[in-house]
């Protein structure tokens, strides 16, 4: 809730004109609690996660030869009905297990100082800090996920998230309850770090949930504007983490590949697309050669 009575008050409080969006900011919030505003990331997650699947799931019940090319694993096609059941329970989900979580975190996206008010901070002070909340993030679940691969932790929890084989977009948050509360953890580490403005920790999560709903997409497209992120993981990267299964040593990363390099993570992987690369240019000519697993 904003402690100015109006928006002349809000201006005459920062010596200067409101912006545009701050204009439209103040309009917005200015009667809504903090609470209330912190927990709309249940909202955009639900409404992120209902629509940007949607062209993904097309494309693949369309079969058009256009997408299909793209397809990593183009042996495999999920039928509409276990992708629907997959929409399901990720919603289920995400309304019993992410949104109580958001509830009962209120107090600690206070307590590190996400902050609600004016001015809103500037493109380059988001930019920076969803920077720090991707690399923190992405660090920490590194090492979350290779735990999650030894025998207990695979068996009792990440089990749930390889039961896809060749991912699916609405796959990306198929996680035990258990997982959504460990990555939680991960995801909260960055802003909790560097603390801002909710807008920019809204604009996180909505960020990451994209990037984790195309990195399952089980398509690579060579148009995706992720393409031009340096270490990128994208699509075909993690799709061989999941196409390997529970005994994949490879890939865990969730976002970057500069992890799987530095602790040599990614042999498996690089040896696979080496050795797709050369049955692509001699025997099989452009077909894949092993399994469905495509690579570029
Ligand atoms: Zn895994
Ligand atoms: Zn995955």
Known sequence: MLPYKSIEAAAAQLGRNLTYAETLWFNYSAEKSDGVLACHNILFVCLIFSVVPLPFVFIQLLRSPFFEKHKIQPKIQTPAAEIFNCYKDVMLNLLFVVGPLQLVSYPSVKAVGIHTGLPLPSVGEIAAQLLV??????????????????????????????????????????????????????????????????????????????????????????????KCIPFYGGAEYHDYHHYVGGQSQSNFASVFTYCDYIYGTDKGYRYQKKALKKLREGVNGGEDGDGGFKSD
Do not use: N
């Open 133 to 226: 909340y991707f690399v923190v993030e992405d660090y920490t679940t590194y090492w979350m996920h290779r735990f999650l691969h030894c025998k207990w932790g695979y068996e009792k929890i990440h089990k749930v998230h390889h039961h896809y084989t060749s991912p699916i977009a609405f796959a990306a948050p198929y996680l035990h309850w258990a997982e959504i509360l460990i990555l939680g953890i991960a995801s909260f580490l960055g802003p909790a770090m560097v603390p801002g403005h909710v807008v920019t920790f809204w604009l996180w999560f909505v960020l990451r949930q994209m990037e984790a709903l195309e990195t399952h997409s089980g398509y690579d497209f060579p148009w995706s504007v992720t």
